[in-house]
């Protein structure tokens, strides 16, 4: 594995902080925010959520060699397949949102029939995710020989999962109980932070020079 690996890397982190961008506008309570402008940014958010974990399962197979890794052809189908992604998620949110073509307005009346939506937001990232931890297991452990960097990987994976169990079960009760002034949304972000930076120690952990070198994609 050679240092190159950063620059697929980073695309995963330039990704993160655009979430975290839009974080503000959709999950922030700024007051008095447009109905439009926040419709906008939730659009950009959810398209950027699916392209996001995208970019990171694709770092996982990087490992592999089955490209060389930093080079414009990896790079570039890393960017043109999550910017699919993103464009197809974004606007089915956006025509939800604004009702273009009135094809998704089911979902707004309560009787919640946006299947490509759920499909792309919440079903999609969570493959994308499964693929990743296996992905990097195999090749911690099997390739690798090693074990201390699955601490990380695990710990990544707790901090993940704390953050979405904050989102989607402790949620309703911090709202209830501030009168509705703050919920687990604040939570889940500082969580799913805490689990991009461990994600970015392990990567760190497995790109040492000491590892293992790949020969003719082949380990030594």
């Known amino acids: 594995m050679t240092d190159y690996l950063t620059r697929e890397m980073q695309l995963f982190l ?29 659009g950009i958010h959810l398209g950027m959520i699916i392209a996001t974990l995208w970019i990171l399962m694709l770092n996982a197979a990087v490992g592999y060699q089955i490209l060389d890794d930093g080079t414009p052809l990896s790079v570039g189908l890393m960017v043109g397949s999550a910017a699919a992604l993103f464009i197809g998620t974004g606007y089915i949110a ?44 195999v090749l911690v452990i099997r390739v690798l020989g090693e074990r201390k960097p699955m601490i990380y990987l695990f710990a990544a994976a707790l901090l993940f999962a704390i953050g979405q169990i904050f989102n989607y ?16 949304s604040m939570f889940e972000t500082l969580f799913t ?18 590892w293992p070198m790949p020969v003719n994609n082949t380990y030594s």
């Open 193 to 210: 932070l805490l689990s991009v930076v461990t994600i970015w120690v392990f990567w760190s952990s497995i790109t040492e020079d000491d």
């Open 169 to 184: 079960v402790i949620s309703i009760h911090i709202c209830n109980g501030t009168d509705g002034k703050i919920d687990g």
């Open 14 to 42: 330039l990704a993160y902080i655009i979430i975290e961008i839009c974080e503000i506008f959709t999950v922030g309570k700024i007051p008095d925010l447009k109905e439009s402008v926040r419709i906008g940014f939730t």
């Open 94 to 137: 956006l025509d939800t949102g604004f009702q273009w073509t009135g094809h998704f307005d089911s979902s707004l009346s309560g009787n919640n029939r946006n299947i490509a939506l759920y499909v792309l937001y919440q079903l999609a990232p969570l493959v994308f995710l499964f693929i990743f931890f296996v992905l990097e297991t």
